[in-house]
């Protein structure tokens, strides 16, 4: 098993920026793929961005321009710098980590989720 956890959330004013971090630890051969999704209450989870193995990212287009996604594969941790936030990126973020746990079995995990509040 994998293990997930995300850091960095909080609370921040419209226009502000904040950074979450994410790590993926335990039984990982190797990453696939690591991403931020985000739900709101009554809705369904949502992808924020996502970046694969060769960096290659992917991003909603509510957040494009404003959030970049990074990588960093020696530590199988990944970032998520958010500029401009408004209120509607208010959430709960949740880190996803799609990886090998061995070199023919894959799965995903995920983390218990970062709340990112944003006051207008």
């Known amino acids: 098993q994998a293990q997930v956890m995300e850091s960095g959330g909080g609370l921040v004013q419209a226009g502000g920026s904040l950074t979450l971090s994410c790590a993926a630890s335990g039984s990982i051969f190797r990453v696939i793929a690591m991403g931020w999704y985000r739900q709101v209450p009554g809705k369904q989870r949502e992808l924020v961005a996502t970046v694969n193995a060769d960096h290659a990212t992917d991003y909603a287009d509510s957040v494009k321009g404003r959030f970049t996604i990074s990588r960093l594969n020696a530590e199988n941790a990944v970032y998520l710098q958010m500029n401009s936030l408004k209120s509607e990126d208010t959430g709960v973020y949740y880190c996803?980590?799609?990886?090998?746990?061995?070199?023919?079995?894959?799965?995903?995990?995920w983390g218990q989720g970062t709340q990112v509040t944003v006051s207008s």
């Open positions: 996803n980590a799609y990886v090998y746990t061995t070199p023919t079995s894959w799965n995903d995990f």
